[in-house]
């Protein structure tokens, strides 16, 4: 027990000082044109970091389940769909579990942002062709403008849901019915989260605000 609660407090202590770094950072290249790329480069450089295929994960936490279900995503995603995992790698070549308040593709950093780690490795895996989408759109000239917003969302959740339900089909071990009932159930899920409409300002902003609620807990409870 005693191992434990040692072990809790050391990766805590390890926790607030990356993030304080984090934040002084930005602070301090706030004014900079380069703000973007100097805040993440310096906030990948504070992660701990793991290879994967030409993918490079990383995660502030050192966290070890985040790492673990990654690699098993990618490697999902690898085995349902190669041409979606080499575009993937290609345009989305970092995962970073780095708690900037929402999972989202950053352009300047040509990465995949994971704030919550999805336990579904079938879901991390569509979160993965999700953000590549964005990534492709973005790479094609088609901007994540506010005007475009929900167009832009809804054709990387047509992508995900794609991959998906071709993942369901290739089950050898599930029965049609089965696989029916999977396939509607995962479109009446996505059906109703896109009712959240999370692309609006007024979200995402209560969406960070609740991440940096629950990271603040985390940190000193």
Not at 43 to 63: A, M, P
């Amino acid at each position: 027990m005693r191992s434990k609660d040692k072990e809790k407090k050391s990766n805590r202590r390890l926790l607030i000082k990356r993030i304080a770094l984090a934040v002084i950072s930005r602070i301090l290249f706030w004014p900079f044109f380069l703000i973007n790329r100097s805040y993440h480069v310096i906030l990948f450089g504070i992660s701990s970091r793991r290879t994967c295929n030409g993918f490079t994960l990383y995660s502030i936490e050192n966290n070890q389940i985040f790492f673990a279900n990654a690699i098993a995503a990618l490697n999902k995603l690898k085995e349902i769909d190669l041409r979606k995992y080499e575009r993937a790698r290609y345009l989305v070549p970092i995962i970073a579990h780095v708690r900037q308040g929402g999972n989202f593709y950053k352009q300047s950093a040509k990465a995949f942002y994971v704030d919550e780690v999805p336990d579904d490795i079938l879901y991390f895996a569509s979160e993965i062709v999700h953000e590549a989408t964005h990534a492709y759109l973005l790479r094609k000239g088609f901007r994540y403008y506010k005007e475009v917003r929900e167009r832009h969302e809804r054709i990387c959740v047509k992508e995900q849901l794609s991959f998906i339900i071709k993942s369901i089909k290739a089950q050898s071990n599930v029965t049609e019915l089965q696989k029916q009932i999977y396939m509607q159930q995962w479109k009446e899920w996505f059906q109703e989260h896109l009712t959240s409409e999370w692309w609006h300002n007024k979200n995402i902003r209560r969406s960070r605000f609740l991440a940096i609620k629950k990271l603040l807990k985390e940190l000193f409870s």
